[in-house]
């Protein structure tokens, strides 16, 4: 069965940086790539980048880009997604959630990580 | 605003039938690109309930249905039930911005 599992939460001061990681299990991890979504409290999804499980390309939502950094780790099946500069509206859960291709369907989420920004 | 447009809320009685509805564009639903969509149960992660347009993931019960033309897609729930209470989101691809878009979100009220 395929899961992905993701690191506890985190609360950082605003600018600072966080990182998220993304462990995938129950199939070949370079068979596919993985995104990663946010949720701001009370609001809807926001698709934040994608990364290919096998070659570690990457593409960043415009939003995000220059504060983002997706990485993958074949020899643990790991994603990991760093934010950067951190604001108060980084405030969120954030999910990783396969997918095969850029656009393609995200069929197994993670059960997300809560990052707060707070001084 | 996102990119997909979605009604805020949705409501129907136990039984009913209910659709919500995903609007886009010629540079996304429009231009062929498949449309997803997904529940999101209080306090858990979003979960896939159609994908391809018209597809249910095994699992998902058949009285979720997915339809899809011109710039424009919609879900359908039949029979709804207390337990379908939830959010629901619409995604796709835009080629012009080159990004993943989701909707804005529906929330379903089972009255």
């Known amino acids: 069965q395929v899961h992905l599992v993701q690191s506890g939460s985190e609360v950082k001061k605003p600018g600072a940086s966080v990182k998220v990681s993304c462990k995938a299990s129950?199939?070949?991890?370079?068979?596919?790539?993985i995104n990663w979504v946010r949720q701001a409290p009370g609001q809807g999804l926001e698709w934040m980048g994608w990364?290919?499980?096998?070659?570690?390309?990457?593409n960043y939502a415009q939003k995000v880009q220059g504060r983002v950094t997706m990485t993958t780790d074949t020899s643990t099946s790991r994603a990991y997604m760093e934010l950067r500069s951190l604001r108060s509206d980084d405030t969120a859960v954030y999910y990783c959630?396969?997918?095969?291709?850029?656009?393609?369907?995200?069929?197994?989420w993670g059960q997300g990580t809560t990052v707060t920004v707070s001084s | 605003q996102s990119v997909l447009t979605q009604p805020p809320s949705v409501s129907g009685a136990p039984g009913q039938r209910v659709t919500i509805s995903c609007t886009g564009s010629?540079?996304?639903?429009?231009?062929?690109?498949?449309l997803h969509w997904y529940q999101q149960l209080p306090e858990t992660a979003p979960k896939l309930l159609i994908y391809?347009?018209?597809n249910r993931p095994s699992g998902v019960p058949d009285r979720f249905s997915g339809s899809k033309s011109g710039t424009s897609a919609s879900l359908a729930i039949t029979g709804l039930q207390a337990e379908d209470e939830a959010d629901y989101y619409c995604?796709?691809?835009?080629?012009?911005?080159?990004?993943?878009?989701f909707g804005g979100g529906t929330k379903l009220t089972v009255l």
């Open positions: 990364i290919s499980g096998y070659s570690g390309n990457v």
């Open positions: 010629s540079s996304n639903i429009g231009a062929g690109y498949d």
């Open positions: 959630a396969r997918g095969r291709s850029i656009g393609a369907v995200l069929d197994v």
């Open positions: 995604q796709s691809y835009d080629g012009s911005l080159r990004q993943v878009i």
């Open positions: 129950g199939y070949t991890f370079t068979s596919s790539g």
């Open positions: 391809d347009n018209t």
